[in-house]
T-cell receptor, first 113, second 111 residues
Framework: EDQVTQSPEALRLQEGESSSLNCSYT??????LFWYRQDPGKGPEFLFTLYSAGEEKEKERLKATLTKKESFLHITAPKPEDSATYLCAVHSYSGGGADGLTFGKGTHLIIQP | DTEVTQTPKHLVMGMTNKKSLKCEQHMGHRAMYWYKQKAKKPPELMFVYSYEKLSINESVPSRFSPECPNSSLLNLHLHALQPEDSALYLC??????????FGPGTRLTVT
């Protein structure tokens, strides 16, 4: 069974204070690892897809990296508008039955001005 | 355009009602999904339509019934729901195996 564990559960930073969110995963065959941002009461917003170890993707203040066991979402000089819950999800070959994403519980990020 | 639309935005229904949630995408994606999300929890997969073939998460009760009229539309029919079914219901679409794009969700309250 696929498992995705995110840490920390919650993170409070000052504006401009860089940090990293962790996503560790256990799957039998990774088809893709995805990062999403979710604001309260809204649907998840797609950020990045990573397919193989060593891959990196960047978008504005965010950078996602992937190893064989975990992914990091690095946030550089964050702003208050970066406050949200960040979700990590995997899509694997191991799933039986319904073939969809398995999500971690998310990291609730708060950026204080 | 990566937009997935869902209607209604909010729905309140009694336990004896029958209602439907609707989802639409115009990205030409061949896979569409229903997820359920409880407060402060991650989304949980309910159903997948991929190339018009249905896959079901076995833990989903039969009071939820999906329908895919065509490759752009996805419905979720609700009947005899329980208060614990109150949640945010999310629709998503994708090219099979690639990133999924989510709609804004329908907030369902069962009274």
């Amino acid at each position: 069974e696929d498992q995705v564990t995110q840490s920390p559960e919650a993170l409070r930073l000052q504006e401009g204070e860089s940090s990293s969110l962790n996503c560790s995963y256990t799957v039998s065959g990774l088809r893709g690892l995805f990062w999403y941002r979710q604001d309260p009461g809204k649907g998840p917003e797609f950020l990045f897809t990573l397919y193989s170890a060593g891959e990196e993707k960047e978008k504005e203040r965010l950078k996602a990296t992937l190893t064989k066991k975990e992914s990091f979402l690095h946030i550089t000089a964050p702003k208050p508008e970066d406050s949200a819950t960040y979700l990590c999800a995997v899509h694997s070959y191991s799933g039986g039955g319904a073939d969809g994403l398995t999500f971690g519980k998310g990291t609730h990020l708060i950026i204080q001005p | 355009d990566t937009e997935v639309t869902q209607t209604p935005k909010h729905l309140v229904m009694g336990m004896t009602n029958k209602k439907s949630l609707k989802c639409e995408q115009h990205m030409g994606h061949r896979a569409m999904y229903w997820y359920k999300q409880k407060a402060k929890k991650p989304p949980e997969l309910m159903f997948v339509y991929s190339y018009e073939k249905l896959s079901i998460n076995e833990s989903v009760p039969s009071r939820f019934s999906p329908e895919c009229p065509n490759s752009s539309l996805l419905n979720l029919h609700l009947h005899a729901l329980q208060p614990e079914d109150s949640a945010l219901y999310l629709c998503a679409s994708s090219e099979t195996g690639y990133e999924q794009y989510f709609g804004p969700g329908t907030r369902l309250t069962v009274t």
